[in-house]
């Protein structure tokens, strides 16, 4: 299946099948891999695949992983069959996500379901197996009906439900699972009390089947909240079902389209977002159990009508079988004096738990709406998971990443009637609105050359009205089990660790090695000497520190989680989060490739979870989705929109594709091919408006795009589409090579910085004057990793001539650029990071002064030096706000850098350190 589908939308009749091909990528004289097409390639074996924590799948509904290989070893439709380490066959779906320009398979996706729960597989080219029960997908009574062979859901196509039931058998045991948003129309900056809020529903616009099975369905649900006429909020939501399965998967994409105007309390506030479950109750009062999930794995085992702790006692075999979540025997059979009396016990239909924060949750319930609420305990870290139902049946819920995204919550209302409900709040209405205005009132910044004197204090690059959320976005996951009776402790620990850490397969470091995927830009750790030894143990310091700050910081919220901090202040032992440019990050200098290299070489889940985490936040909430700005991202701010620079380098593809390719991941394919067309954005905003001296006006034949940090995202976008075979993948095609050969024929390629860009062509005008026009930032937000790619995938020797003297000349003396271009490339800094281009250029020309170099510029120029402390200081009160440690020599700009420096250098020029 094509990973940007033809999807069909199912009105009365057609479902989309088995899994259509990705669409051909034609070759062509300029768009050749360096390997010469048709040459002979060494069978690539079998792959081992491994989850990347212990256990195996447990609870979780099934795994998709992405693997690669060499360019010629397989057709894009070749099939797999995936084997456990005895032997045995295990069911697997198989298509084709990337495609190399011969048309060969470069990634492959591979999704296995329940029962995949040995530690190791091998996968090899052949025949699957097939599923004992195989996912079934058809159009049936107005909806989609998904069979994974143990449980049937009935999903909408039109209306406010998005799964209207899920059966087992044939017991219902959900319904009516719809969205709900809770929006306030003003917000109180006293003690006035709270104003009144309305409710909005979800409201489908469109249904897809992205795949149909036979291990593997997806169904993509798209609409607006509404109520009454208004209509906000745009949802995306993914359904994931796997054949044997008693559970599945959602993946929710909310965009914020409303207005929140600084200075005023009115606006479109959320008070509450959450998704919402209609569970029937079918069994007595007393067998009728609800379990709330606390600290790891911990929970609250209750029955609505609890008999146990009674002044009378029932019998030890009734009170701990209730505990325990089984069908109680006949109340004959009790103690009478407990039975006669049952209807004296309270019935507890209510639950709610709150986490407000990332440091403490409360949990209460009371019996029914209308009276009072009372404590039923609390903690610091809730696992965001939970139960209702009895031996009849039930639902088990989770929200992932559920306190580190708060203010969450979880409730259960009227478990005492006929239907319970439970909502998963991804924002929880115990918790202030939600507020997105603008941090300050602008200060009197009304011209550029006043921003540009904000700029030289605070460092932010502030302009009227830019600091808007409109058209960010953010996602989440979540999990839900229809189970025939109510689970043992076990097995909820086991669905509760699944929420907690979703199970992913994936291939080892070697493999990634052996494909030469992603410019072959890193290797494996290698401890063999003491100066590869030593860089090893600094990259490990940097990442584990950074991993520490997440937590001492607080670096969490639901806007918030999964970026870290710019600049620190060592005079207030805290981190710059109030100034101006220097606070949240926004992937400015490639942190997020910092992360992916390192996790590329080694393999590593936490640094795989912490680069998950920033994917996720820095594709969503960094970018716009919505408006005149779609497409283009936030830099560096106190808010990950308040910055008024919007630009192509922070909405980079690249800083998407690792993960996706990783794991297949539908959403962040999406934010990928929505940036096929973001050079259209061009027209709507100059990035360089605030100091260009020189007139201009956008123009839809003459755009003024520089060759670094904007080109670098636009062909990453390009490369992507065309890779994946997506429906613009011609013309992304055409773009890569268009412009690659345009930036080559220019008179100094790539210094000459900057070039007048056709829409319509997608081509450069080529300068008749020879500029110099070099800047620091040009290829520190991908170029690098980006031109690699390029230079590896398509013969173009002018292009790979034009970059790789770039790379020669940047760390070059003053006197060597003027020798070649007339001219030097004036003040420039951040020469420790771009020693790593230094050494593509050594790698690929075999000159041996250029790796000299490289490695001269990593340890004796800017950045971190060997001489830096390379340890922590612990800080406490009153010193910090909290007791923990500090490098107060740490910078993210210097620690993304020295990273992606360290990963390339070893991996290229490794053997010629000094």
């Known amino acids: 299946m094509s990973t940007v589908p033809r999807r069909t939308l199912l009105k009365a009749a057609a479902v989309a099948g088995a899994a259509a091909q990705v669409g051909p990528i034609l070759g062509s004289a300029t768009a050749q891999a360096a390997d010469a097409p048709g040459a002979p390639v060494a069978d690539p074996g079998p792959v081992d695949l491994k989850w990347l924590e212990p256990g195996g799948l447990g609870a979780a509904p099934g795994s998709t992983v992405g693997v690669p290989w060499p360019k010629g070893a397989y057709p894009k ?37 329940p029962g995949a729960n040995s530690e190791k597989y091998t996968l090899t080219a ?19 009906e998904v069979s994974t062979g143990v449980i049937t859901a009935r999903i909408g196509t039109s209306g406010s439900a998005l799964v209207k039931s899920v059966v087992r058998g044939r017991t219902e045991i959900a319904k009516n699972g719809r969205l709900v948003l809770l929006r306030q129309g003003e917000i109180e900056d006293g003690d006035q009390g709270r104003t009144s809020y309305e409710r909005f529903e979800s409201v489908i616009a469109k249904t897809e089947v992205e795949q149909g099975g036979p291990v593997r369905a997806v169904v993509r649900i798209d609409g607006k909240h509404r109520k009454g006429n208004r209509s906000w909020m745009p949802f995306s939501v993914r359904l994931y079902f796997y054949a044997g399965g008693e559970s599945f998967r959602m993946v929710h994409t909310i965009t914020y389209d409303g207005m929140q105007e600084p200075g005023k309390a009115s606006g479109d506030f959320v008070r509450g977002l959450g998704v919402r479950f209609t569970v029937p109750m079918r069994d007595a009062s007393y067998d009728r159990h609800v379990r709330i999930g606390g600290d790891g794995t911990g929970l609250l085992r209750e029955a609505v009508k609890g008999v146990t702790g009674l002044r009378r006692d029932p019998g030890i075999a009734v009170q701990n079988a209730q505990f325990e979540g089984q069908k109680l025997a006949d109340p004959a059979t009790w103690d009478q004096r407990v039975t006669t009396r049952l209807h004296l016990i309270p019935e507890w239909g209510d639950y709610t738990l709150s986490q407000l924060s990332a440091d403490g949750f409360t949990l209460r319930k009371r019996t029914k709406k209308g009276h009072g609420w009372i404590a039923a305990g609390g903690g610091r870290r809730a696992s965001g998971y939970g139960y209702v139902g009895g031996p009849s049946g039930g639902l088990s819920f989770g929200l992932r990443d559920f306190w580190e995204k708060h203010p969450a919550g979880l409730d259960v209302r009227d478990a005492h009637t006929d239907e319970a409900e439970v909502t998963l709040w991804l924002w929880s209405p115990e918790a202030q609105p939600m507020d997105l205005r603008f941090y300050h009132d602008g200060l009197g910044q009304d011209t550029h050359a006043k921003q540009l004197e904000g700029l030289n204090i605070t460092y932010e690059d502030y302009e009227p009205g830019f600091g808007t959320p409109y058209g960010i976005a953010r996602t989440s996951e979540l999990l839900f089990w229809a189970h025939e009776s109510t689970p043992s402790a076990a097995a909820h620990a086991r669905e509760t660790q699944a929420v907690r850490s979703l199970p992913q397969l994936a291939a080892a470091p070697a493999q990634l090695i052996k494909a030469k995927v992603f410019g072959g830009l890193f290797a494996e750790p290698d401890r063999s000497v003491p100066a590869k030894a030593k860089i090893e143990d600094h990259l490990d310091f940097l990442f584990t520190y950074y991993r520490d700050q997440v937590d001492m910081r607080r670096w969490y919220g639901f806007w918030d989680y999964g970026d870290i901090m710019h600049s620190y202040d060592p005079v207030r032992h805290q981190w710059r989060y109030d100034v101006g440019g220097y606070a949240w990050d926004n992937s400015e200098l490639s942190p997020d490739l910092w992360l992916w290299y390192a996790y590329l070489r080694s393999g590593r889940a936490d640094i795989f979870r912490f680069a998950e985490a920033m994917t996720r936040h820095t594709g969503e909430v960094d970018v716009y989705h919505l408006g005149k700005w779609a497409g283009l991202g936030t830099r560096h701010g106190i808010q990950h929109y308040a910055d008024s620079a919007k630009q192509q380098r922070i909405a980079n593809t690249t800083y998407r594709r690792i993960y996706y390719f990783l794991t297949a991941d539908e959403r962040t394919g999406d934010l990928m091919h929505a940036n096929v067309d973001s050079d259209e954005t061009f027209l709507v905003l100059d990035p360089i408006r605030k100091i260009r001296t020189e007139p201009y006006t956008p123009d839809r034949h003459a755009l003024s795009i520089g060759f670094g940090t904007d080109w670098s995202g636009l062909v990453s976008a390009w490369l992507t589409e065309w890779e994946r075979g997506g429906p613009k993948a011609e013309k992304a095609k055409a773009r890569v090579l268009s412009t690659m050969e345009t930036i080559a024929a220019q008179p100094n390629g790539f210094v000459q910085g900057t070039g007048l860009y056709d829409l319509d062509t997608g081509r450069f005008a080529i300068e008749k004057e020879a500029k110099v026009s070099v800047s620091h930032l040009s290829a520190v937000f991908g170029l690098n990793e980006l031109c690699a790619e390029l230079i590896h995938l398509i013969d173009m020797p002018k ?63 800017d950045g971190y030096k060997e001489s830096a402390p390379w340890r922590t200081e612990k800080v406490e009160g009153p010193t910090a706000l909290v007791p923990g440690s500090e490098a107060n020599w740490v910078y993210t700009n210097d620690t993304s850098l020295y990273g992606l420096a360290a990963i390339e250098n070893l991996a290229l020029v490794g053997d010629r350190m000094p």
Do not use: M
């Not at 069911?91 to 398979?105: E, M, N, R, Y």
């Not at 097939?130 to 909806?143: E, N």
């Open 126 to 144: 052949g025949a699957p197996a097939t599923p004992q029960q195989r996912i079934t997908v058809a159009a049936k009574g107005g909806g989609i």
């Open 77 to 113: 439709d070749q099939t797999f069959a995936l084997a456990t380490a005895d032997g045995k066959q295990v069911p697997v779906q198989t298509w084709p996500i990337a495609q190399w320009p011969d048309g060969s398979l470069k990634w492959s996706a591979h999704a296995v379901g």
């Open 799 to 861: 292009f790979k001539q034009a970059y790789l003297d770039y790379c020669r000349y940047f760390n070059a003396s003053k006197a060597e650029q003027r020798e070649r271009y007339g001219k030097d490339f004036g003040s420039l800094i951040l020469f420790q990071g771009h020693s790593r281009l230094d050494a593509y250029a050594a790698a690929q020309t075999g000159d041996e002064k250029l790796a000299v170099r490289a490695w001269q510029k990593f340890y004796h120029s």
